[in-house]
């Protein structure tokens, strides 16, 4: 028998259109499993950690080109009472067997499904990048979060690639154009969602509360590790947490916006960030996934802090008491530990500008995209158009020790180097030097360390001298 509360004001969710009530939704039930208890069973659980896409849905959130967009989530992460208040689309709303969406007309016409395990979540992925504002053509990275182990990519991407606009009277591309449904307050069971900053500051500091917005790594602790924790609470759609302002000296980011947000609304403005985001998990997974999150979990091998690490970047924390602003290179204390106090939240994150001219992102992994990072290398040089010659450099590293580190002794080598084979060499010795690698299923020491080792001839290699000679 459910032990949830009576239903609070956003308590139910509009799922196909239809207001369904967020009964037994209290974690660690998961929108996937409350949505196959209602019969829409197309969506699936393949890996139960956002990696294959099946549970994949769509959910009607603030846009960025337009007021609403349809986002594709993984519902295998997300708990079901985040839900509440909002606006689902299942494959079984998209179209019927004798009245297909123009994505699942394309799949069944183009021989993009065999088994049909993987399908639903295709579609809806495919669905999302279909309803994008201002889409033109069809881009392949919102397929990146889908695996299919039978019928292979082709035939999925002929169907994506057939897709023209949606038709004039389409409801869910006219949804499109008015305001997303609010997130409002409400609390079922051990999950609450505060309608201010102070109110989430307090409930954070009841026992065993832990802050959630994407989910897209508390979701996999809780479905692979069985973690519990006493009290969710859901901060991802305060106002307080989702800025994104650009001034002369600072870019400032809020600490709740999703990745996919901030690469669209920084629209090129950092680079180095580009590099980032299409190689960061899957298009999935960024839906979710925000700069807080991934700075407040303290991984070493998360792909963002190098980055920010190169960037030089600042995290603002805020707590009850107030705001205090911390440059990341002191912000890791040690494995999956940060200066990050009881109580306090990142807030947002401070890259200052002007910006280093020569920046690029390495990731080694087993697979190119979709994957846990190996090694990643973030570099941000300023080097003299003029002379050749390095004027500042910052590197950032993950997976090569216990938290994400800055090399500064291969930045010390670097400075005031040529750029040239024989200026980098003793950079490159002192980067192949750096940090404490392990053996593990990802790689051995001896190899994280001769990528190492490569990366700034490789760097030298893809970036042409300012002066316009050849490296040498």
């Known amino acids: 028998m459910s032990t949830d509360p009576a239903p609070g004001p956003g308590a139910a969710v509009t799922v196909n259109g239809a207001a369904r009530a967020l009964v ?10 409350w949505l196959r208890g209602l019969g829409l069973t197309g969506a699936k659980e393949g890996c139960a950690e956002g990696e294959c896409g099946a549970c994949a849905v769509l959910v009607a959130r603030p846009g960025v080109d337009a007021p609403t967009e349809w986002t594709a989530v993984n519902a295998c992460l997300l708990p079901a009472a985040s839900l509440a208040g909002q606006e689902v689309v299942t494959a079984e709303g998209l179209g019927t067997p004798a009245a297909l969406h123009p994505v699942q ?16 979540g295709f579609v809806c992925s495919m669905a ?17 979060g889908n ?16 897709l023209g606009a949606p038709a004039a009277d389409d409801p869910l591309a006219a949804r499109t154009t008015s305001a997303p449904p609010p997130a409002p307050p409400d609390r079922i069971g051990g999950w609450a969602r505060p309608a ?10 009841e026992p065993g509360a832990v802050a959630v917005a994407g989910s897209t790594d508390l979701g996999v602790e809780a479905n692979l590790r069985g973690s519990r924790p006493a009290l969710l609470v859901a901060i991802d759609r305060l106002d307080a947490l989702r800025g994104l302002s ?16 901030v690469e669209r609304r920084l629209e090129g403005r950092i680079p180095l960030l580009d590099a980032v985001f299409p190689q960061f998990a899957s298009r999935l997974i960024r839906n979710g996934a925000t700069i807080g999150g991934n700075l407040g979990t303290g991984s070493p091998i998360g792909d963002l802090p190098p980055a920010l690490l190169a960037l030089d970047a600042e995290v603002v924390l805020v707590s009850a008491t107030g705001e205090r602003t911390v440059p990341l290179t002191g912000y890791f204390t040690g494995y999956r530990q940060s200066v990050r106090a009881p109580g306090e939240l990142v807030a947002r994150i401070r890259v200052p500008l002007p910006l280093a001219p020569t920046t690029a992102f390495h990731k080694i992994a087993k697979r190119r995209f979709d994957d846990i990072s190996s090694v990643a290398v973030a570099f941000a040089l300023d080097i003299d158009p003029a002379t050749g010659v390095v004027r500042s450099a910052a590197i950032g590293l993950g997976g090569v020790a216990a938290t994400p580190i800055r090399a500064t002794a291969a930045e010390e080598a670097l400075t005031g180097a040529p750029w040239t ?20 299923h990802r790689a051995s020491a001896a190899y994280r360390r001769a990528m190492l080792g490569q990366a700034i001839p490789r760097l030298l290699a893809e970036q042409p001298t300012p002066t316009g000679e050849v490296a040498s």
């Open 24 to 33: 037994g939704a209290q974690p660690p039930v998961t929108a996937l499993d």
């Open 105 to 120: 007309h394309e799949m069944a016409v183009r021989g993009g499904s065999q088994c049909g395990y993987c399908t639903p």
């Open 128 to 144: 999302a990048e279909f309803y994008r504002p201002g889409r033109e053509g069809f881009d392949h990275h919102a397929l990146s």
């Open 147 to 162: 695996l299919c182990r039978c019928t292979g990519y082709r035939p999925i991407v002929d169907a994506a690639e057939a």
């Open 196 to 205: 201010t900053l102070a109110e989430a500051l307090a409930l954070l500091a």
């Open 246 to 261: 650009l001034a002369e000296d600072v870019v400032e980011i809020g600490a709740a916006l999703t990745l996919s947000e």
């Open 421 to 440: 084979v024989a200026g980098i060499a003793p950079a490159a010795a002192a980067l192949a030097a750096t940090g404490t690698p392990l053996d593990d």
